[in-house]
């Protein structure tokens, strides 16, 4: 084996505040190597300067023995560095099938022969995505599916992963391991950003831990265990399991009153006769599979959605029936979604930290006067940047730029300023590192603790049972199972989820 | 090439824009004759000021990533019907609200078919110009230019008048500006105009009233373009409805983009604003001076537009990583 690409010192600041420094790092022909640290450690930041998407301040980098410094990521492209981003880069306006081909169509484009090209490639990689739907139709995983089937297409020498597994569910991720395994054996090399440590150690062949942009240590993967690897991420020992199984009931949390009652919802058929009910001072858990219904249905919940007018059931909120037009009216009614695609619909990305926490301030109403208040904005960045950890560079960094997870704390402290009394969390932990995680976890305890209706959608079993107070499980746009995590494992909720 | 731009990126747009102008401006003094004089400064700030109150209405639409392309026709139409009405001996204030009632119907007409009807704004208010247009001079009007019937000395005297030496409508522009700058950077609804047009979904979903205030963005273009013709108006003594077909829509597209307002929506503020203005009236006014034709200052105002769309596009892409991909 010999150093395909090769950092040495590599430096990059942002109007002066240091993200790496003297980092070097080294990518083995045919390796898979796992780049790891907290969020804001800067490995996307050193994965994009690889890429050619962001130009390093400092250092050399040698790409099959030649020094190279990339000006635009199409240059990386064209010396065979394809980069998968960890916010979708897909034109949401065209189909699969197009977007894979984007920037290569044959000249005078068939689009008929496209898709046939794409669904013979897709099939090959066993990818189940519909080349000829539109992505903006498509859910989160599909959307990531396909990007990962672009980065393959490109047939690159080397390809770099930005946390490609979070948004995939634990079938498509032992499809996504099997596929990395298979470019591996034709000698691709692959750099892999990962917050689950587990998978980490399962697939990479080197680890490389990052933090507070410098480098902490690469070493072989079998040296490590989950433990030293975090021990070095933070630079302490973090005691406690993240995720603890919980099997005795007492330390459930007991049902409250009922918050809302669901009958017979329906929307298209992406939703069926969905019947469930939700209750004061619990985490609810909802597992599904992609396609399930779960999103849909909260969306329906939050007034983002409208369900069918005609037999689309009836849902209600302590007692009262609901039907909302817009999220604006749920908002006020108490319920709150917060969603799964951030960048999509989550955050404002031109705006600060400041600015996103207080629009939902001003959202839910809490600024009486119609002049807004500067010492307000000021005072919930302050609180939440404190509650939640939040990690800029600077204080006033527009959100775009702050690193992913931190991105996602953000969207979740929006939500929260506006102290709903029902609240659904999609996905609340995508991107999130294991110490920031266990802070959320808490966090969403503490909700159902002051008497919130919380539910939590996550395609992350260990997840769901380590926060569900109680699990129901979605299948083919309605809930099939309920489940209490003290009297049941994974196998059995999967099971209930598949079949 | 990429590198050039970044260079500008790094200083602000309006700065560059700044520079430029007085760069502009200096050359003019120093080169035209008739450029540096009061007669002409004072021509200049009155068309400054007309443009400008057009721009801040077309501002406020961009910035909340919208278009509003029936500007004109609303602020022809209105005066003219206005001005009509005063010849049929309407009291002053009773066509003055009437109008007001129409620009407002107009203005919330943009809003309901964006934002309700989901349709895209540059066909709903090229539409509803056109219609605005058609219905005035077919229903309401005989001819092309509506003069101002005599014995309203207090109106021509409005348009006369002057503070300090500053034409009026320097002032009006000046209070705008003002008020502008406070409703977009203190008011909740100012806030509101930049998130959504920062990221729509994400302001729905948040629970922001954001159909109401994409009504209320155009209602306040609307009425901004029904001062900046009654300014006209008091001016002349007439409104010349053929100004529809002229290229002042064009202007003030180019004074939004040129001021560094990204069409990609939730950027800017007055500030990109004056700077503009100030940078394409003085152009205009030199162009004027300088007895270039109408064809060649349309060409070199095409050119200049072209320009700072392109760099708009690069220096406001809409999402940085797809326009890093570099092959979209
Ligand atoms: N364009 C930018 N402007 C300013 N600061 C930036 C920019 N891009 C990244 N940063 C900062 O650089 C630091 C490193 O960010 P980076 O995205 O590399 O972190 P990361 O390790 O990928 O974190 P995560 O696990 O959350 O994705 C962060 O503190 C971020 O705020
Ligand atoms: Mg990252």
Known sequence: MSALIEMRKIAKSYRGAVALKDVDFTLEEGEIHALVGENGAGKSTLTKIMAGAVEADGGTMLFAGEPVAFRAPAEALAAGIAMVFQETSLVPSMTVAQNLYLGDEPFLSRLRGVQVAAQQFLQSLNFTVDPGALVSTLGAAKRQMVEIARAVRLRARVIIFDEPTATLTPEEKRYFFALLRRLKARGVSIVFISHALEEALRISDRITILRDGGLVTTGETPSFTRDSIIAAMVGRVLSGELYRKRDDIAGLRRAGDKALSVQDVSMGNIVRNNAFSLFYAQVTGIFGLIGSGRTETAKIIAGIYKRDFVRGGEIERDGQPIRYRVPRQAMQDGIVYVTEDRKLEGFFETKSIAENLYSGYLAAGLNRSVVVSMREMARL????????????????ERVVELSGGNQQKVVIGKSLVQKPRIIIFDEPTRGVDVG????????????????LAVIVISSYLPEIMNLSDRILVFRQGRCVEEFSPAEVDEERIMYAAVH | MTGWFLLLGRRRQEDTVFLLTILLFLTFSFVLHGFLTTGNIIALLRSVALLGILAVGMGIVVIGRGIDLSLVAILAISVAVFLNLLGQSYPIGIALLLALVGVIAVGALNGVLTAYAEMPAIFATLATGTFVYGLGRSQFLTQDVIYLPPGHDLF???????????????????????????????SKYGRYIYLIGDNLNAARNAG????????????????LAFVAGLIM????????????NSSLLYDVILVVVIGGIGLSGGKGGVRNLIVGTLLIGILLNGMTILDISDLY?????????????????????RDEQTDQQGDI
């Open chain 1, 381 to 396: 960045a302050e609180t939440w940047r404190k509650t939640l950890n939040i990690r800029a560079l600077e204080s006033n």
């Open chain 2, 156 to 186: 021509t005297a409005f348009g006369n008048a002057r503070l300090a030496s500053i034409p009026v409508e320097v002032v009006v522009f000046a209070f705008i500006l003002v008020g502008a700058f406070l409703w977009l950077r203190f």
């Open chain 2, 233 to 244: 108006a008091a001016g002349i003594h007439s409104m010349n409805t053929r100004i529809v």
């Open chain 2, 297 to 317: 200052q349309n060409l070199i105002k095409a050119t200049v537009l072209l320009a700072a769309l392109i760099v708009d596009g690069v220096l406001n892409p």
């Open chain 1, 436 to 451: 920031a995680i266990a802070e959320i976890h808490a966090l969403i305890g503490g909700l159902a603790d002051e008497g």
């Open chain 2, 208 to 223: 922001l009233p954001v159909r109401p205030v994409i009504v209320l963005q155009y209602v306040v273009s609307a009425l």
